[in-house]
Every structure is written in structure tokens, then in C-alpha cells.
């Protein structure tokens, strides 16, 4: 027996309702079905109304006011076309991380490359090295236009040292001693009060501290030098890196931000390069704080301080337009060791 067929719901006529199928100008698409049709369960359309209802009231739409005085939209696509917006601090971000990365690279391949060493120097070596550097000390004490109490306490201290083989050809690294006497002015642990004391504080690896609490008041009291950091091991050099998952947070609130900026950058510029997957981790925390600190201070309003290149390793370059320890930890972690959704901004809020 042949089956009646039923007649398409869109064949039908309208029977005077107002719905239509059309675009729906409060959800921004077209209705799946006219609830008015013929063929529709009245109990389907009392409950499609009531679902309606609920979704209106939940979207803070009111229910009793029709749907075609809804929202008015100015162009078809923009309720749902538009691509997150990101902020422009984040886009210059974007725009300057390769360069950032290429300087800090150009940077580590300098500090590696390049040893100081003071250790194993004859007898004869060191009083010769330290009769020039108090022929410096002087030369910076005469162009002086202030007081220098720590110049002052080291020539007192070379004041009557002399050598029997002065060779006027022989000149000393002005880098070298520049760096020496930084690290004699924020000297907070070996008073340096006789040559002796000055030879040992030259020769011998300063003694590292051996706890967080030591290492923080160690960090906010020392300035970095590569010649500290090269001495160090490089399981050392991690742990600070640890710390700094902690000590990151108080560079914007300006907390020795000078600092702990510069302890940062040393630190990342000896990190290894090659790192079993345990530490890498670690890293992923370090960049992850980075990036919560990133993101707040831009949603704050707070700018982070910038940083500034280290003094005793010298690149091919200057750095490439300003940037923060935050930016550079954020660039190091996410491009050098594989932590690249760090820097993926689209999902972010601020």
C-alpha cells in the first residue's frame, strides 16, 4: 500500500505568523525551523519556547521583548569575524624577540669565548699586573672630580708597591681593571686591606653561598661580573635560575629591580645549553612567571624597568631597542629552550 507522503513545511502557507526562517537579528543566524509550521508538536514548540526564554534571560536579553528589536549590528560580520585584540605592547614584542634573541646570542658566544683567568699566575706575574693596576687607579684618581672612598682604600693599599720588572711596552686590559675594581666596590665579604689580601681577592674564587636566604642577600648586595659567573659551576648557575622563579616578581614592584635585572641576565647568559628534560621544567616556570609578570604589568599600567647590557662582555652590537629582564627571560625560555606557547598571545587577556 502506497505510504501518504507528508507535505514540506515550507510548501505550507504561514497561517498569518509573523516567524520566518530569515536571520535571526539577537543570535546572528538563521532559525533551524519555524515554530509556527503545521507539522511542529505544539508540547515541541512550548518547549523550544521555554529553552528560548532561558537563553535570553542568561544572555541578559529580556525574554518579552521581540527578537527583531534586538541588537542592531552595523555590519553582518563584525559580531563574530573579529580577531582577539592584542595588546601593542605584545606586538612590539613580537616584532623585536628575534633581534633580542640574535644579541643575546651574539652576547653568550663573546662570554664564552673569552677567559679571563687570573688563577696560576707566577709571583712575579701578579706583582707586575698590580704594579699597573695602581698606575690605572691613579690615572682614574686624576680625572676624579669627586671622592672615591674605594679608589682611595686600594692606593693606600698599592701605595708603596713596586716591582724591579717594569716594562714601559706593556700596558694593562682596561677592561680587566675596570671590572676588578667594580667588583672591589661592592665587595661586601673580603676586606682588602693589604696587597695580600688584594692578591687572594684577584686569585681566589669568591665563596659561594650555599642556601636561598644566602644567595638572595648575596644577589641584592653583589654586583654580577662575568667573572664571578665563569667560576661557577654550572649545576650553581641553575639553582639561581630556580631562585629566580621566586625573585622575578620583584622587579616591577622595584624591589632592587637594578639588580636582579642584571643577576638575570648573567644567569641566563651561563645557563647551559643543553639541559636534561627535569631542569627544563624548571625553566617552563621561570618563563611561565615571566609571563604572568608580562601580562600584568600591562594590564596594570606599570612599566617594567629595562635592562641593561652587561658591562664586561662585549658583542658585535649594542642591544636592539629597549626591552625589560621579563621580555629577555620570556625570549631565552620560550625560543632557546622549546617553551614557544609561552609567547603565543592570542589567548590572552589584558
Not at 701605595?159 to 666596590?185: F, G, P, V, Y
Not at 648586595?221 to 635560575?241: D, G, I, N, Q, Y
Request: glycine share 4%; aromatic share 10%; proline share 5%.
Amino acid at each position: 500500500m502506497a505510504q501518504r507522503k507528508a507535505p514540506r513545511a515550507e510548501a505550507k502557507p504561514n497561517n498569518g505568523s509573523t516567524e520566518t526562517q530569515g536571520m535571526d537579528p539577537l543570535f546572528g543566524q538563521s532559525r533551524a525551523f519555524a515554530l509556527e509550521g503545521a507539522m511542529v508538536n505544539p508540547e515541541v514548540r512550548k518547549y523550544l519556547k521555554t529553552v528560548r526564554s532561558q537563553a535570553l534571560s542568561t544572555l541578559g536579553a529580556d525574554p518579552g521583548v521581540s527578537a527583531r528589536k534586538g541588537l542592531r549590528r552595523n555590519n553582518n560580520n563584525d559580531m563574530y569575524d573579529e580577531e582577539p585584540v592584542v595588546h601593542q605592547d605584545l606586538l612590539r614584542f613580537d616584532k623585536h624577540k628575534s633581534q633580542w634573541l640574535e644579541w643575546f646570542d651574539d652576547l653568550k658566544s663573546s662570554a664564552q669565548s673569552f677567559d679571563y683567568g687570573t688563577e696560576g699566575y707566577e709571583p712575579e706575574t701578579l706583582d707586575l699586573l698590580l704594579f699597573y693596576f695602581k698606575q690605572y687607579l691613579q690615572g682614574l684618581k686624576n680625572t676624579a672630580s669627586g671622592e672615591d672612598e674605594t679608589l682611595d682604600i686600594i692606593l693606600g693599599v698599592l701605595k708603596d708597591h713596586e716591582t724591579s720588572t717594569q716594562d714601559a711596552s706593556l700596558d694593562i686590559d682596561e677592561e680587566w681593571a675596570s671590572n676588578l675594581l667594580r667588583q672591589l666596590r661592592t665587595n661586601k665579604q673580603k676586606k682588602v686591606e693589604t696587597v695580600a689580601d688584594l692578591k687572594r681577592f684577584i686569585t681566589e674564587p669568591s665563596t659561594l653561598p650555599k642556601n636561598f636566604n644566602a644567595w638572595h642577600y648575596f644577589v641584592t648586595k653583589t654586583e654580577p661580573s662575568r667573572a664571578l659567573l665563569e667560576k661557577m659551576p654550572p649545576e650553581e648557575v641553575f639553582r639561581l635560575a630556580s631562585y629566580f622563579v621566586q625573585w622575578l616578581a620583584d622587579i616591577p614592584k622595584g624591589k632592587n629591580a637594578t639588580r636582579l635585572s642584571a643577576w638575570a641576565f648573567y644567569v641566563l647568559l651561563f645557563l647551559q645549553d643543553q639541559l636534561p628534560a627535569q631542569e627544563v621544567s624548571v625553566l617552563r616556570d621561570l618563563g611561565k612567571k615571566a609571563r604572568h609578570l608580562k601580562l600584568r604589568s600591562l594590564s596594570s599600567g606599570n612599566s617594567l624597568p629595562n635592562i641593561q647590557a652587561p658591562y664586561d662582555i662585549i658583542g658585535t652590537k649594542d642591544s636592539p631597542n629597549t626591552f625589560s629582564a621579563i621580555d629577555l627571560t620570556l625570549v631565552v625560555v620560550a625560543c632557546k629552550y622549546g617553551q614557544l606557547d609561552l609567547i603565543d598571545w592570542t589567548e590572552s587577556r589584558v
